[in-house]
């Protein structure tokens, strides 16, 4: 466990580091910048499931829109999941 991961009092508290990321995304449209936040929990709930990443915008928002993520045993696997998720649909613009 590392240091900080010892100030976690309960597993209950879910305690995490953050990790921010920034990934830009080509389109006809041009060029969209996606902000991407991996928590790397202490006691994740699935044991197997320490990092989870989060882009800060929703994709294919006309269809079916949804905000990429990304889950791994390591902070590349949630982080390459993300972004291959952000490429899997376009991005529409906001809705309103």
């Not at 949804?66 to 791994?72: D, R």
């Not at 993300?82 to 309103?96: A, Q």
């Given at each position: ?20 990321f ?59 999941e ?15």
């Open positions: 466990m590392k240091e900080w991961g010892f100030a976690q009092t309960s597993p209950a508290q879910e305690l995490a580091l953050l990790h921010f920034s990934v830009k995304k080509q389109q006809a449209s041009g060029e969209i910048e996606f902000r991407i936040t991996v928590k790397e929990y202490v006691t994740p709930k699935e044991p197997t499931m320490h990092f989870f990443a989060q882009a800060d915008k929703e994709i294919n928002q006309n269809t079916a829109p949804f905000k990429p993520v990304g889950w791994g045993k390591t902070l590349l696997d949630a982080l390459a993300c972004i291959r998720s952000i490429n899997r649909f376009p991005y529409e613009g906001d809705v309103r």
